[in-house]
C-alpha cells in the first residue's frame, strides 16, 4: 500500500482524487485548511483507517509522518472570485505552498504532482494550445495572481527535478466542472446552473462571444490519475477539446434545466481570455486518454447536484420548482 499527500484535499477536485486514490487501494492524507474548500467534501471518508485530514496551510512549512510515495499539489483557491478576493494568499500557496511541497517530495523521496492550470497560457495566441506554448500572461492584471503563481509553480517543479532530481509530473487543468462545485464560487457552471434552477436572470459576461471548453470531472480525474502513474515529467494538457462560446452555453445549460430565466449581459471581467481549447494530442498519444463523458451527461448530474444543494438551503421555499 502506497501513502498518498494530497493538498487542496478537501476542495472540488482534491475530493474528487482522494476518493480515487483510496478506490486504487492508496493511504491518503488530506492537507486543506479550507479557505476555499470544505469539510462536508471529504466527510465521508472521516471514518477510515486509510484517511487522514490535516488542517494546515500548506504555504507555511509541514511535515509529515512515516513514509509518503505520491505528493499532490491542489491546494489554490481556483475560482476568479475566489482568487481575486485572496491575491496574496494565492500567491503565496502557488510559490511558497509549492515550494513546502516539493521540499516534503525531496525529503521523502515521493513523486510531485502539480495542479497546474490552461491560464499559464493567459488570453492566448495560439489555438488550441499545446503544451509547447509560452503563453500570453499579464503579470500586473487581477488575474495575474493565479496564472504567475501557478507559472512559478511549475518553474520550481522543473527547477526540483533538474536540480534535486525530484520525479514530477504537471498536468495542465483546463476548465472542469461537476458535483462538489460551490454553488456560490463564482465560476460559470455553478453561476448558470443555480440562475437557471432559480428562475434568476443568467449573467453572460461581455457579449458571451468568449470561448470555453469544459470537461467532466470524472474524465479529468481519470486523466490526471493516468498522468501520475506514467513517465511524462514535462507539462500535460488535460481537457475536453469540446469549445463553446459563453452564451452558447448558457443557452444549453438554460435548455436542459428547462428554464425561463432570461439571459443578461455584464461587464466582461479585466483580461478574461477570448478563447480556450486544449490539444490533448499528448494524452490521447502518451496516456491513451481522452474524455468520455458528453456536456449532456455531465450537465445532468450537475444539475441534479445543485438542485439537491438548493433545496437543502431553502432556496425553493415558495417559489416553482423548475
Ligand atoms: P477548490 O477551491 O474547490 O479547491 C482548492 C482547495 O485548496 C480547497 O479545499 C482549499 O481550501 C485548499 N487550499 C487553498 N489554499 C490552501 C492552503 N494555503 N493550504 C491548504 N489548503 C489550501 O478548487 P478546485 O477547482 O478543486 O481546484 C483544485 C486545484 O486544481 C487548484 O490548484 C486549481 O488551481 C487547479 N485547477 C482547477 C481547475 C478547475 O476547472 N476546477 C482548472 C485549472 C486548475
Ligand atoms: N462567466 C459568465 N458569467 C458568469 C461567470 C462567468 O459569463 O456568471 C464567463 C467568464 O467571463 C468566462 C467564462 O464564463 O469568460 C468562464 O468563467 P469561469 O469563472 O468559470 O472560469 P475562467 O475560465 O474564466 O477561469
Redesign the pocket.
Known amino acids: 500500500m502506497s501513502r498518498v499527500v494530497i493538498?487542496?484535499?478537501?476542495?472540488?477536485?482534491?475530493s474528487h482524487l482522494c476518493e480515487r486514490a483510496l478506490a486504487e487501494g492508496h493511504e491518503v492524507v488530506c492537507?486543506?485548511?479550507?479557505?476555499?474548500?470544505r469539510l462536508e467534501n471529504v466527510k465521508h471518508l472521516l471514518h477510515r483507517d486509510d484517511f487522514e485530514l490535516v488542517e494546515?496551510?500548506?504555504?507555511k512549512p509541514y511535515e509529515i509522518e512515516g513514509a509518503v510515495d505520491y505528493i499532490l499539489h491542489?491546494?489554490?483557491?481556483?475560482?476568479p472570485i475566489?482568487y481575486l478576493e485572496l491575491p496574496i494568499?494565492t500567491l503565496?500557496?502557488g510559490s511558497l505552498?509549492t515550494h513546502n511541497s516539493l521540499g516534503l517530495a525531496k525529503a521523502k523521496g515521493a513523486r510531485f504532482f502539480l495542479?497546474?492550470?490552461?491560464?499559464v497560457y493567459g488570453d492566448p495566441l495560439e489555438h488550441p494550445q499545446k503544451e509547447t506554448y509560452w503563453g500570453n500572461v499579464n503579470p500586473v492584471g487581477p488575474r495575474g495572481v493565479?496564472d504567475e503563481a501557478?507559472r512559478f509553480a511549475e518553474a520550481m517543479t522543473m527547477a526540483y527535478h533538474r536540480y534535486h532530481g525530484v520525479d514530477v509530473r504537471i498536468v495542465r487543468?483546463?476548465?472542469?466542472?461537476g458535483p462538489r462545485?460551490?454553488l456560490r464560487?463564482g465560476r460559470v457552471v455553478p453561476a448558470f446552473v443555480q440562475q437557471a434552477l432559480t428562475g434568476e436572470p443568467m449573467t453572460v459576461f461581455g457579449e458571451g462571444r468568449q470561448t470555453r471548453s469544459f470537461c467532466y470531472v470524472s474524465d479529468l480525474i481519470e486523466g490526471i490519475w493516468r498522468l501520475l502513474m506514467s513517465d511524462l515529467p514535462l507539462p500535460c494538457n488535460i481537457g475536453n477539446p469540446h469549445e463553446m462560446t459563453i452564451l452558447e452555453f448558457a443557452e444549453t445549460i438554460k435548455a436542459a434545466v428547462g428554464s425561463s430565466s432570461p439571459i443578461v449581459f455584464k461587464p466582461l471581467p479585466v483580461d478574461d481570455p477570448h478563447t480556450r481549447q486544449p490539444d490533448i494530442t499528448q494524452a490521447r498519444e502518451k496516456l491513451g486518454w481522452e474524455p468520455k463523458v458528453s456536456l449532456a451527461e455531465g450537465l445532468r448530474s450537475t444539475i441534479e447536484y445543485f438542485r439537491a444543494a438548493l433545496e437543502e438551503q431553502g432556496a425553493f421555499a415558495g417559489k416553482a420548482r423548475v
Open positions: 493538498t487542496g484535499g478537501a476542495g472540488f477536485l482534491g492537507v486543506d485548511n479550507l479557505v476555499t474548500g494546515h496551510d500548506v504555504s491542489f491546494a489554490s483557491p481556483a475560482s475566489d494568499q503565496k500557496v505552498g495542479a497546474s492550470t490552461s491560464e493565479y501557478k487543468i483546463f476548465n472542469t466542472y462545485m460551490r464560487d
